[in-house]
Every structure is written in structure tokens, then in C-alpha cells.
């Protein structure tokens, strides 16, 4: 068989109102269809969130309360076109690939439910997800200093000229995950499924440690949601 870098892949990026990825949403999306390493079709947009944009994450992304309003499509119709693209990708086997995916998703997810009465594990959606960072960070897991996406783009020699532009980081992230490959044949060669399913224990993994260093310097430690990967529930399970 082939390895998953030589067939498609589809790129996703949000910027978005805020950090928070179960109350925060869109302000523009970005989705970017690559075929044998070869942009083949892009497609991207600015959203209105139907709320202020917060003064802090204009100043990041560049996008404005105003201009989202007077550019920006519905939230629920950009939610039903990135729903719609992500799950007939995963119909097709096609894997979804990105920085932080389970922000992007699980936000996608939500809304999803929210606004069109179905999110993506009740539309049949399962994966797979390649993420550069979780990826990065197992490959490589003595390498110190900071690993956001302008990070691991200087690491791996990737261009990323407008960093926080929904498109440009999308094509960055596709770019760093195929550098990864190139670099480590295990992810090159490695088979979606078990990659998919790979990535969700080294994600837990590293959350667990990352939990428990927290908590040894007296600071709080995360939301438990935060240990899941790919999507992360909206409300935990109550305890059996």
C-alpha cells in the first residue's frame, strides 16, 4: 500500500473569538484539499459569530467585529459547509490534518450540534486525524523551547508569512506534517488507523504528565476534558 502522504489529505484551521473551545467560535476558516503533496483546491472565509469579537483576538487574527459582520457569512451555514467537508473526508478515508485538531474540532463539534442538530461522531465521523503538534511531540519529546505552529514551521524549515491567517496556517500545518514524514519514516509509512489511534494515547499521555507537573508546582490542574483527543465532550459523563 501506498503511504497516506502519497494519496489526499484535507487541511482545517479556525481563527476563532477566543482560546476557549467550548464557548468560544469562528471568525473565518480555512480548508485546503492536497493530492499527492499538491494543493488541489482551497476554499476559506470570514465568519460572523453573531457576538463581539474581544479586542484581544482582533489584535491576533486582524479580524474586527465590524469587518466579520459586514464580510462574514452566518455562523450556522460556515459550520454546515466545515461540517459537511470534514465528514465527507472521513467518509472517503480521507485524513484531516491540522495544528491542535481537537481545538478546531471539538469547537466544530459543538456548534455542530448546537446549530445543526448533529455533531460529527453522530454524523458517523470518526477520524482519521493526523496532527502536526501531537506528532511533533512524540517524534521528538527531548527537544526543548516552545512548540506553537510558527515554532515548529522555524524547526522543520516552513514558511509561515502570515501567521494566525486561517489559510496560511492551514497550508503551514500540512507542510510541517509532511516535513515530519519526510523525517521519520514510522509517520511516513505508518498506517492512518493506527496513527489515529497512536495519537490519542500519546495525547493523553502527555496530558497526564503535563497534569501531574502542574499539580507538583501548586498550580491547578487542567480541565479533564483536555486529556481527550480528538474531540473533547462539551460536558463530562457523570461518574458511574
Not at 499538491?38 to 474581544?54: A, F, H, K, Q
Amino acid at each position: 500500500m501506498e503511504p497516506w502522504a502519497a494519496g489526499e489529505v484535507l487541511g482545517l484551521d479556525f481563527e476563532t473569538t477566543g482560546v476557549d473551545r467550548f464557548t468560544d467560535v469562528p471568525v473565518s476558516y480555512a480548508l485546503v484539499s492536497v493530492v499527492e503533496g499538491v494543493v488541489v483546491r482551497s476554499w476559506s472565509g470570514l465568519v460572523d459569530p453573531g457576538c463581539d469579537i474581544p479586542a484581544e483576538a482582533s489584535e491576533i487574527h486582524g479580524i474586527s467585529s465590524e469587518q466579520a459582520r459586514r464580510e462574514g457569512m452566518p455562523l450556522e451555514h460556515a459550520i454546515g459547509l466545515v461540517t459537511d467537508a470534514v465528514t465527507a473526508a472521513g467518509r472517503r478515508g480521507v485524513p484531516l490534518v491540522g495544528m491542535r485538531l481537537d481545538f478546531d474540532l471539538t469547537i466544530l463539534d459543538g456548534l455542530a450540534t448546537h446549530l445543526l442538530g448533529a455533531g460529527l461522531a453522530a454524523r458517523g465521523w470518526r477520524g482519521p486525524v493526523l496532527d502536526a503538534g501531537v506528532i511533533d511531540r512524540h517524534v521528538d519529546p527531548e527537544r526543548e523551547g516552545r512548540r506553537t505552529l510558527s515554532d515548529l514551521c522555524a524547526h522543520y524549515g516552513i514558511e509561515l508569512a502570515r501567521p494566525h491567517d486561517a489559510m496560511a496556517d492551514a497550508v503551514a500545518s500540512i507542510e510541517v506534517l509532511f516535513a515530519l514524514a519526510v523525517r521519520y519514516p514510522s509517520v511516513w509509512a505508518g498506517d492512518l488507523a493506527q496513527l489515529h489511534g497512536d495519537q490519542t494515547v500519546w495525547h493523553r499521555e502527555w496530558m497526564r504528565t503535563f497534569d501531574d507537573w502542574r499539580a507538583s508546582q501548586g498550580i491547578d490542574r487542567v480541565d479533564p476534558r483536555e486529556h481527550a483527543w480528538p474531540l473533547a465532550p462539551v460536558v463530562l459523563p457523570a461518574a458511574a
